[in-house]
């Protein structure tokens, strides 16, 4: 298992175009999560899944947004109608839950999108 | 409202000499920190963490205070190495009374001067 994988690395679009982003996380993981990275921020919480469930969203994961994570395995991040402001590095990170222990999160190295 | 901060964007640290990050909560519910380093076009990778029921844990060059009654950690450096140059992010969650995501800061780069 080389860890959390994330494709594309990078994704240039046009605005009211449609774009879907694929992260496939550590297998034994049973945890995934998505964020939303721009320039001098850190990471902002978007959604996350225990196994297939999806469990939070963010209030800034707008209607344009959708997850999904089938089976519990793999997940997709897709916008709709893109816009300028999502232009944004996108990472998902996994990890395990274990009951009263610490929860480490292992990250993708992001995709990064940029709307033109 | 941020509810990890990291006040200091950047920080200058001469190689060898002490680097020391840090950052402030105001969340109460957080028991669980953590750091992370992130280099340019990379995710951010995990350092170091605290729970709450410790007040210092150390791993090599690394070491995390954390002061509850005044809702600071901090990441001492020691000593410091050009290769830590990077961006440095303070988190937090609350895992033993429910599970939040964990809240990130805004991040400190650091830059170690040879």
């Known amino acids: 298992d080389t860890g959390v994988s994330q494709n594309p690395r990078h994704k240039i679009t046009k605005r009211g175009q449609n774009v879907t982003f694929r992260c496939d996380p550590i297998?034994?993981?049973?945890?995934l999560y998505w964020y939303r990275q721009t320039l001098g921020q850190g990471p902002e919480f978007l959604t996350y899944?225990?196994?297939?469930?999806?469990?939070?969203k963010s209030r800034l994961l707008s209607d344009r947004f959708s997850a999904e994570r089938p089976k519990g395995s793999f997940s997709t991040l897709e916008i709709q109608r893109t816009e300028q402001g999502d232009s944004a590095m996108y990472l998902c990170?996994?990890?395990?839950?274990?009951?009263?222990?610490?929860?480490?999160?292992?990250f993708g190295s992001g995709t990064r999108l940029t709307v033109v | 409202d941020q509810q990890v901060k990291q006040n200091s964007p950047s920080l200058s640290v001469q190689e060898g000499r002490i680097s020391i990050l840090n950052c402030d909560y105001t969340?109460?519910?957080?028991?669980?920190f953590l750091w992370y380093k992130k280099y340019p076009a990379e995710g951010p990778t995990f350092l170091i963490s605290?729970?709450?029921?410790?007040d210092k844990n150390e791993d090599g060059r690394f070491t995390v205070f954390l002061n509850k009654s005044a809702k600071h950690l901090s990441l001492h450096i020691v000593p410091s190495q050009p290769g830590d140059s990077a961006v440095y992010f303070c988190?937090?969650?609350?895992?033993?009374?429910?599970?939040?995501?964990?809240?990130f800061g805004k991040g400190t780069r650091l830059s170690v001067i040879a």
């Open positions: 990170a996994s990890s395990l839950a274990l009951e009263g222990q610490g929860e480490g999160y292992t």
């Open positions: 297998s034994e993981h049973n945890r």
């Open positions: 899944f225990q196994n297939e469930a999806q469990l939070e």
């Open positions: 969340n109460s519910m957080f028991d669980y």
């Open positions: 605290i729970s709450s029921i410790k």
């Open positions: 988190a937090a969650k609350a895992n033993r009374r429910g599970n939040t995501p964990l809240v």
